[in-house]
Protein backbone atom coordinates (compact mmCIF):
# COMPACT_ATOMS: atom_id res chain seq x y z
CA UNK A 1 0.00 0.00 0.00
CA UNK A 2 2.90 2.13 0.80
CA UNK A 3 4.59 1.11 -2.86
CA UNK A 4 0.63 2.71 -4.14
CA UNK A 5 0.53 5.65 -2.57
CA UNK A 6 4.25 6.97 -3.35
CA UNK A 7 3.25 5.82 -7.15
CA UNK A 8 0.20 7.41 -6.74
CA UNK A 9 2.12 11.06 -5.72
CA UNK A 10 4.66 10.59 -8.40
CA UNK A 11 2.33 9.96 -10.88
CA UNK A 12 0.63 12.95 -9.71
CA UNK A 13 3.70 15.04 -9.64
CA UNK A 14 4.03 14.03 -13.72
CA UNK A 15 0.95 15.02 -14.75
CA UNK A 16 1.02 18.30 -12.79
CA UNK A 17 3.87 19.45 -14.10
CA UNK A 18 3.06 18.71 -17.44
CA UNK A 19 -0.17 20.36 -16.87
CA UNK A 20 1.96 23.06 -16.53
CA UNK A 21 4.00 22.94 -19.69
CA UNK A 22 0.57 22.64 -21.83
CA UNK A 23 -0.29 25.80 -19.74
CA UNK A 24 2.66 27.64 -20.56
CA UNK A 25 2.78 26.39 -24.22
CA UNK A 26 -0.73 28.03 -24.88
CA UNK A 27 0.55 31.57 -22.44
CA UNK A 28 3.46 31.14 -25.20
CA UNK A 29 1.45 31.21 -28.20
CA UNK A 30 2.48 34.26 -29.91
CA UNK A 31 -0.25 37.56 -30.33
CA UNK A 32 -2.22 38.25 -33.29
CA UNK A 33 -0.15 38.24 -36.65
CA UNK A 34 -0.02 41.25 -38.85
CA UNK A 35 0.06 39.36 -42.25
CA UNK A 36 -3.62 38.25 -43.84
CA UNK A 37 -4.88 41.34 -42.40
CA UNK A 38 -6.51 44.92 -43.66
CA UNK A 39 -5.64 47.95 -42.17
CA UNK A 40 -6.51 51.54 -42.75
CA UNK A 41 -4.76 54.92 -41.53
CA UNK A 42 -4.27 58.77 -41.37
CA UNK A 43 -0.87 60.82 -42.27
CA UNK A 44 -0.26 63.96 -40.81
CA UNK A 45 2.70 65.89 -41.11
CA UNK A 46 5.48 68.75 -42.78
CA UNK A 47 6.33 69.07 -46.15
CA UNK A 48 9.56 70.17 -47.71
CA UNK A 49 9.35 71.23 -51.23
CA UNK A 50 12.47 71.51 -53.15
CA UNK A 51 13.28 74.55 -55.39
CA UNK A 52 11.86 74.38 -59.18
CA UNK A 53 13.13 75.86 -62.69
CA UNK A 54 10.25 77.19 -64.84
CA UNK A 55 10.05 77.00 -68.51
CA UNK A 56 8.45 79.89 -69.68
CA UNK A 57 7.56 80.15 -73.66
CA UNK A 58 10.17 77.40 -74.77
CA UNK A 59 13.27 79.58 -72.29
CA UNK A 60 14.57 76.84 -69.87
CA UNK A 61 15.37 77.61 -66.20
CA UNK A 62 13.62 81.43 -67.05
CA UNK A 63 12.18 81.28 -63.48
CA UNK A 64 13.60 79.96 -60.16
CA UNK A 65 11.00 79.48 -57.36
CA UNK A 66 12.05 78.52 -53.89
CA UNK A 67 9.17 77.96 -51.54
CA UNK A 68 8.35 77.68 -47.25
CA UNK A 69 7.69 74.29 -45.33
CA UNK A 70 3.79 73.09 -45.99
CA UNK A 71 1.44 70.68 -44.60
CA UNK A 72 0.14 67.42 -46.11
CA UNK A 73 -2.56 65.07 -45.03
CA UNK A 74 -3.53 61.69 -46.21
CA UNK A 75 -5.32 58.77 -45.55
CA UNK A 76 -4.50 54.72 -46.89
CA UNK A 77 -6.41 51.51 -46.94
CA UNK A 78 -4.27 48.89 -47.79
CA UNK A 79 -3.68 44.77 -46.80
CA UNK A 80 -1.21 42.91 -45.43
CA UNK A 81 -0.22 39.85 -47.59
CA UNK A 82 2.82 38.79 -45.77
CA UNK A 83 6.13 40.38 -46.97
CA UNK A 84 4.55 43.11 -49.56
CA UNK A 85 1.99 45.47 -48.43
CA UNK A 86 -0.39 47.13 -51.33
CA UNK A 87 -2.46 49.75 -50.62
CA UNK A 88 -4.44 52.35 -52.27
CA UNK A 89 -3.61 55.97 -50.66
CA UNK A 90 -4.78 59.56 -51.10
CA UNK A 91 -3.25 62.74 -49.93
CA UNK A 92 -3.19 67.09 -49.95
CA UNK A 93 -0.47 68.94 -49.78
CA UNK A 94 0.19 72.73 -49.47
CA UNK A 95 2.82 75.04 -49.53
CA UNK A 96 3.64 78.64 -50.27
CA UNK A 97 5.94 80.09 -52.65
CA UNK A 98 8.87 82.01 -50.81
CA UNK A 99 10.44 83.61 -53.63
CA UNK A 100 11.18 83.94 -57.94
CA UNK A 101 14.06 84.91 -58.79
CA UNK A 102 14.28 85.62 -63.03
CA UNK A 103 17.15 87.45 -65.28
CA UNK A 104 16.10 86.13 -68.11
CA UNK A 105 12.19 86.96 -69.03
CA UNK A 106 10.80 88.71 -65.70
CA UNK A 107 8.01 88.09 -63.68
CA UNK A 108 4.78 89.88 -63.64
CA UNK A 109 3.92 92.12 -60.71
CA UNK A 110 0.97 93.94 -59.94
CA UNK A 111 -2.08 94.74 -61.94
CA UNK A 112 -0.19 96.75 -64.60
CA UNK A 113 2.22 93.29 -65.28
CA UNK A 114 5.09 95.39 -65.33
CA UNK A 115 7.83 92.66 -65.70
CA UNK A 116 10.48 92.40 -62.84
CA UNK A 117 13.60 91.16 -62.81
CA UNK A 118 15.63 89.77 -60.08
CA UNK A 119 14.47 88.21 -57.31
CA UNK A 120 11.59 89.08 -55.50
CA UNK A 121 9.21 87.63 -52.75
CA UNK A 122 6.51 85.17 -53.74
CA UNK A 123 2.96 85.17 -52.53
CA UNK A 124 0.29 82.77 -52.94
CA UNK A 125 0.18 78.85 -52.41
CA UNK A 126 0.53 75.68 -54.52
CA UNK A 127 -1.91 72.86 -53.93
CA UNK A 128 -1.57 69.53 -54.68
CA UNK A 129 -3.98 66.62 -54.44
CA UNK A 130 -3.20 63.15 -55.00
CA UNK A 131 -4.28 59.23 -55.52
CA UNK A 132 -1.42 56.65 -55.51
CA UNK A 133 -0.88 53.32 -55.80
CA UNK A 134 1.33 51.78 -53.50
CA UNK A 135 3.20 48.47 -53.10
CA UNK A 136 5.85 48.13 -50.20
CA UNK A 137 8.77 45.41 -48.41
CA UNK A 138 7.05 44.50 -44.91
CA UNK A 139 9.77 43.27 -42.70
CA UNK A 140 8.50 42.59 -39.12
CA UNK A 141 5.31 43.91 -37.23
CA UNK A 142 4.18 40.45 -36.00
CA UNK A 143 4.20 39.10 -32.16
CA UNK A 144 3.72 42.90 -30.97
CA UNK A 145 6.91 43.70 -32.57
CA UNK A 146 8.23 46.69 -34.45
CA UNK A 147 7.44 46.88 -38.22
CA UNK A 148 9.27 48.09 -40.66
CA UNK A 149 7.81 49.28 -44.70
CA UNK A 150 9.97 50.60 -47.91
CA UNK A 151 8.40 50.52 -51.29
CA UNK A 152 7.24 52.91 -54.21
CA UNK A 153 3.93 54.31 -55.56
CA UNK A 154 2.30 55.64 -58.79
CA UNK A 155 -0.34 57.88 -59.60
CA UNK A 156 -1.99 61.27 -60.58
CA UNK A 157 -1.92 64.38 -58.78
CA UNK A 158 -3.93 67.53 -59.37
CA UNK A 159 -2.22 71.20 -58.90
CA UNK A 160 -3.96 74.15 -58.11
CA UNK A 161 -1.51 76.99 -58.65
CA UNK A 162 -2.02 80.76 -57.21
CA UNK A 163 1.31 82.02 -57.70
CA UNK A 164 1.31 85.68 -56.58
CA UNK A 165 4.22 88.57 -56.38
CA UNK A 166 1.94 90.75 -54.51
CA UNK A 167 -0.64 90.19 -52.00
CA UNK A 168 -3.69 90.68 -54.23
CA UNK A 169 -3.57 89.33 -57.63
CA UNK A 170 -1.78 86.11 -58.77
CA UNK A 171 0.59 86.01 -61.83
CA UNK A 172 0.02 82.17 -62.54
CA UNK A 173 -3.64 81.29 -61.49
CA UNK A 174 -4.42 77.91 -63.52
CA UNK A 175 -5.11 74.18 -62.70
CA UNK A 176 -3.42 71.28 -64.21
CA UNK A 177 -2.49 67.25 -63.44
CA UNK A 178 -0.42 65.05 -64.49
CA UNK A 179 1.09 61.67 -63.58
CA UNK A 180 3.08 60.81 -60.35
CA UNK A 181 5.40 58.80 -58.28
CA UNK A 182 6.70 58.58 -54.77
CA UNK A 183 9.34 56.60 -52.62
CA UNK A 184 8.42 55.47 -49.10
CA UNK A 185 9.89 54.69 -46.19
CA UNK A 186 8.01 53.96 -42.65
CA UNK A 187 8.52 52.42 -39.18
CA UNK A 188 5.59 50.99 -36.56
CA UNK A 189 5.21 49.98 -33.35
CA UNK A 190 2.33 48.46 -32.00
CA UNK A 191 0.26 50.46 -29.87
CA UNK A 192 -2.54 47.84 -28.97
CA UNK A 193 -3.71 44.83 -30.54
CA UNK A 194 -5.15 46.48 -33.63
CA UNK A 195 -3.35 50.04 -33.64
CA UNK A 196 -0.04 51.03 -34.82
CA UNK A 197 1.62 54.16 -34.34
CA UNK A 198 4.34 55.23 -36.91
CA UNK A 199 6.41 57.73 -38.92
CA UNK A 200 7.02 57.82 -42.13
CA UNK A 201 9.04 59.67 -44.95
CA UNK A 202 8.08 59.95 -48.74
CA UNK A 203 10.22 61.23 -51.92
CA UNK A 204 7.10 62.94 -54.25
CA UNK A 205 7.59 63.76 -57.97
CA UNK A 206 5.57 64.95 -60.45
CA UNK A 207 6.00 64.93 -64.17
CA UNK A 208 5.75 68.39 -65.98
CA UNK A 209 2.70 70.89 -65.32
CA UNK A 210 2.09 73.37 -68.08
CA UNK A 211 0.40 76.36 -66.91
CA UNK A 212 -0.57 80.01 -68.43
CA UNK A 213 0.66 83.37 -66.41
CA UNK A 214 -1.07 86.85 -66.97
CA UNK A 215 0.31 87.49 -69.65
CA UNK A 216 -0.44 84.59 -71.46
CA UNK A 217 3.21 83.04 -71.65
CA UNK A 218 3.21 79.26 -71.01
CA UNK A 219 4.86 78.11 -67.91
CA UNK A 220 6.12 74.27 -67.32
CA UNK A 221 7.71 72.77 -63.95
CA UNK A 222 7.84 69.76 -62.38
CA UNK A 223 7.53 69.18 -58.98
CA UNK A 224 9.68 67.51 -56.15
CA UNK A 225 8.79 67.37 -52.20
CA UNK A 226 9.54 65.13 -49.21
CA UNK A 227 7.45 64.76 -46.31
CA UNK A 228 7.86 64.13 -42.88
CA UNK A 229 4.64 62.26 -40.91
CA UNK A 230 3.14 60.95 -38.55
CA UNK A 231 0.52 57.84 -38.60
CA UNK A 232 -1.81 55.55 -37.08
CA UNK A 233 -3.50 52.50 -38.57
CA UNK A 234 -5.75 49.97 -37.99
CA UNK A 235 -5.68 46.80 -38.27
CA UNK A 236 -8.59 44.37 -39.10
CA UNK A 237 -10.12 40.81 -40.42
CA UNK A 238 -7.56 38.52 -38.64
CA UNK A 239 -7.61 35.54 -37.01
CA UNK A 240 -5.88 34.60 -33.75
CA UNK A 241 -3.44 31.87 -33.97
CA UNK A 242 -4.23 28.39 -32.94
CA UNK A 243 -2.26 27.40 -29.86
CA UNK A 244 -0.02 24.61 -30.39
CA UNK A 245 -1.87 20.94 -29.44
CA UNK A 246 -1.19 19.25 -25.92
CA UNK A 247 1.81 16.64 -26.20
CA UNK A 248 0.06 14.07 -26.55
CA UNK A 249 2.70 11.13 -26.54
CA UNK A 250 4.02 12.71 -23.50
CA UNK A 251 0.57 12.18 -21.42
CA UNK A 252 0.21 8.38 -23.06
CA UNK A 253 3.84 7.76 -21.64
CA UNK A 254 3.40 9.49 -18.03
CA UNK A 255 -0.12 7.56 -18.16
CA UNK A 256 1.70 4.15 -19.41
CA UNK A 257 4.03 4.54 -16.50
CA UNK A 258 1.75 5.15 -14.08
CA UNK A 259 -0.22 2.18 -14.65
CA UNK A 260 2.81 0.06 -15.02
CA UNK A 261 3.65 1.02 -11.21
CA UNK A 262 -0.15 0.45 -10.07
Known sequence: DEIRDWSSD???SDLF???????????????LARDGEGYFGADVGVV?????????????????TESDIGW?????????????????????????????????????RGPSDVLIFGEQTGFGEHRLTTVMANALLDFGGEDDSIGFSVGA???????????????????????DHV?????????????????????KYKYFNTQEFSVVDSLGRQ????????SALISLLYNFGGSEPV????????????????RSRW
Not at 243 to 257: D, F, I, L
Open 10 to 12: VCS
Open 17 to 31: ALSLGVAASAIAAPA
Open 48 to 64: FPNEYESEVNGFDDAVL
Open 72 to 108: EIGGVLGYDWGMVRTEIEGSYKEFNPETYSSTVVGVP
Open 153 to 175: GAGHTWLGADLATTASGAYIEDI
Open 179 to 199: WAWQGIAQLRVPVTENFEAGV
Open 219 to 226: TDFELATH
Open 243 to 258: APPPPRSEERRVGKEC
